[in-house]
């Protein structure tokens, strides 16, 4: 009972997929699931990473680069690099969990993360 169950389960639920030669083809009908299709262009993520880095209030907009790093050439604190992620975080609409916000510390590491971020819009 339960086997065929789960057989009636599955039938409904799997994508038939089509072999045509060495290639699988997904049908045409079957739209993908993700909610992100358009990703960012790193131009648009370099510009409006380096638009919160400037208008952070102890930061001197003419020394921001997008390989600026946040302590040793803007003399930032950590405390300061924590309010950035967070403004990182709300700008793109994503959130960075602890372990990965503590890796980003400079511009380059933030547009790096960012754009590789599937989520990030």
């Known amino acids: 009972m339960a086997s065929a169950l ?10 038939p997929v ?15 699931m993700s909610s992100h299709d358009d990703h960012l262009e790193k131009t648009q993520v370099i510009d409006r990473i380096l638009d919160i880095v400037k208008s952070f209030p102890k930061v001197d907009p003419s020394k921001v680069t997008p390989e ?22 709300e700008e793109f609409k994503l959130e960075i969990p602890d ?7 400079s511009c ?14």
């Not at 789960?6 to 994508?15: E, F, K, S, Y």
């Not at 372990?99 to 510390?105: R, S, V």
């Open 6 to 15: 789960r057989a009636a389960i599955l039938g409904h639920i799997r994508v």
């Open 18 to 32: 089509v072999a045509n030669g060495s290639k699988l083809l997904t049908p045409l009908w079957i739209r993908s």
């Open 68 to 89: 600026v790093h946040f302590q040793k050439d803007l003399g930032l604190d950590s405390l300061d690099n924590v309010e950035i992620i967070m403004a990182i975080e």
């Open 99 to 105: 372990k990965e916000a503590d890796k980003i510390d």
């Open 108 to 121: 380059a590491l933030a547009i790096e993360y960012v754009y590789n971020h599937p989520m990030a819009s």
